[in-house]
């Protein structure tokens, strides 16, 4: 395998087959990522990745599940993507599901017989950061897609079956903005009406360019009770018809799950009262990206 590191994925492909189409970020100009800051972005040659998919082929015949890295293999046109999906379905009898990250631009930007055609070929489930449903937050870090943008995604993905894993920053709008994110945010998911859904909590990353903002003391990040309150009011405003929730990434201080709408109280008493200190949260030192 010719992975170049370092690699992301979501927490959910842990056991998938994990595919490098492209090196890095097209987008790579968020504040608060470090992900993909020692790679120039390129799509890797095809003789590569057919070498990588024939490789794993040959040990793993089962593999139900394939996830296309790096940040956003669908920046890719069909007429390079969908033979990719060709040769993976031939590769694995037992294929059910590819998945990958998606920019919310790179969605909008095909039409709706495109994004059938990937369906089709097995392109089930798309994860989008949409970080803050604040356009001016968004605008504040660096964000390429819009909040417009990202919740036409959702819903044109949605038209061609392709479902969406939507992926919100806690604290994204630090101290100043906090209540802005959490209003806008509850907005734009309420609009995108995702399958499923997943809070991850910021932490600054050394060298990137919001690690700058907070040394000269223009943004003020939130400690672990204001991230737990704005989880609690996000959740608390939300109208999801069937959306399944996750918040269990490492750089949360409290894991939690369920489904909306079934566990929406449930999941607003445990964040009440984690905040009133009845449940012990995750120690600083055990948080993690």
């Known amino acids: 395998m010719s992975i170049i590191e370092p690699v992301i ?116 489930l798309i994860y989008l950061g949409l970080e803050s449903g604040s356009q001016g937050v968004l605008d504040r870090c660096g964000k390429s897609s819009s909040v417009e943008e990202m919740i036409e995604a959702v819903n044109k993905a949605a038209k061609a079956h392709i479902k969406s894993s939507v992926i919100v920053l806690l604290g994204l709008g630090g101290k100043k903005y906090s209540e802005e994110h959490v209003i806008s945010t509850v907005a734009a998911l309420n609009r995108m009406q995702p399958r499923y859904l997943s809070f991850l909590s910021l932490m600054v990353i050394p060298g990137t360019p919001l690690a700058e903002e907070v040394r ?42 369920g489904a909306f709408p079934k566990d929406k109280m449930m999941l607003l008493n445990i964040l009440e009262s984690a905040i009133g200190g009845q449940i012990r949260l995750k120690p600083e030192s055990l948080r993690g990206l």
Do not use: W
């Open 9 to 124: 994925r979501p927490p959910a492909e842990a056991d998938s087959f994990l595919l490098q189409v492209t090196l890095g970020c097209s987008a790579d100009r968020c504040s608060f990522c470090g992900a993909y800051k020692s790679k120039t972005f390129r799509v890797k040659d095809r003789k590569e990745i057919t070498a990588d998919i024939n490789g794993y082929a040959r040990r793993y015949q089962d593999t139900r599940r394939v996830f296309l890295m790096d940040g956003d293999a669908l920046v890719l046109a069909n007429s390079k993507l969908v033979p990719i999906l060709e040769e993976l379905d031939a590769a694995f009898p037992l294929l059910a599901r590819i998945s990958s990250y998606a920019n919310g631009c790179n969605i909008t930007r095909k039409n709706d017989h495109e994004l059938a055609e990937l369906y089709k070929h097995k392109l089930s």
């Open 216 to 257: 000269r003391g223009e943004f003020e990040e939130l400690n672990s009770t204001e991230l737990l309150k704005e989880s609690h009011e996000i959740i608390k405003g939300l109208d999801l018809k069937k959306t399944v929730f996750r918040s269990d990434h490492a750089s949360n201080y409290l894991a939690l799950e």
